[in-house]
């Protein structure tokens, strides 16, 4: 996402996931979402799964689920999934870059734990404890166009189904 924008020339990365908001899932889950959805798959095992990674790993202070999700997301088109299979040889480096590029984009924010992007994104707190969704989008956004440098710098094909 880049340069200022106005109030109704929302990014199309929040278009697209904003139903998803509306329906109560985090950003790890959002984050899988979108791969899914570009896959023109639906799994709604693997989405609850992710729930596991939102707010801070159940507001325990953990990683932003941005990271781990993510991590997630490109493990799902390259990593091993079935005896079979064998993931990607570059599945660490691709894993590793993310990750740096993820610390480095919320260096600003003071660290990459929840609380700490939360804080530093203006996120407010519900009544709940949770943070609101959409003050995170933008970087939500951010992660997705990451995530898809890597998936194209990486030779990787969102349809496949086993890493080649």
């Not at 707010?55 to 493990?75: K, Q, T, W, Y």
């Not at 996120?123 to 194209?152: H, S």
């Amino acid at each position: 996402a880049s340069g200022p924008q106005g109030e109704n020339d929302m990014n199309p990365v929040l278009m697209d996931v904003l139903p998803f908001v509306r329906q109560g899932f985090c950003c790890s889950q959002l984050l899988m979402l979108l791969m899914l959805q570009a896959r023109g798959e639906e799994n709604p095992a693997l989405v609850r799964s992710l729930q596991g990674l939102c707010h801070g790993i159940g507001h325990s202070e953990g990683d932003c689920g941005l990271l781990p999700g993510g991590a997630c997301v490109l493990a799902l088109l390259c990593g091993k999934g079935a005896d079979e299979e064998v993931p990607h040889q570059m599945l660490n480096p691709l894993l590793n870059e993310y990750a740096t590029w993820f610390y480095e984009r919320t260096a600003q924010y003071g660290g990459y734990t929840c609380p700490q992007v939360a804080a530093g994104l203006g996120a407010r707190k519900g009544e709940d404890g949770v943070p609101d969704p959409v003050a995170c989008g933008e970087l939500l956004a951010d992660c997705w166009v990451k995530i898809g440098e890597l998936v194209e710098s990486y030779g990787l094909d969102i349809t496949a189904t086993v890493a080649e």
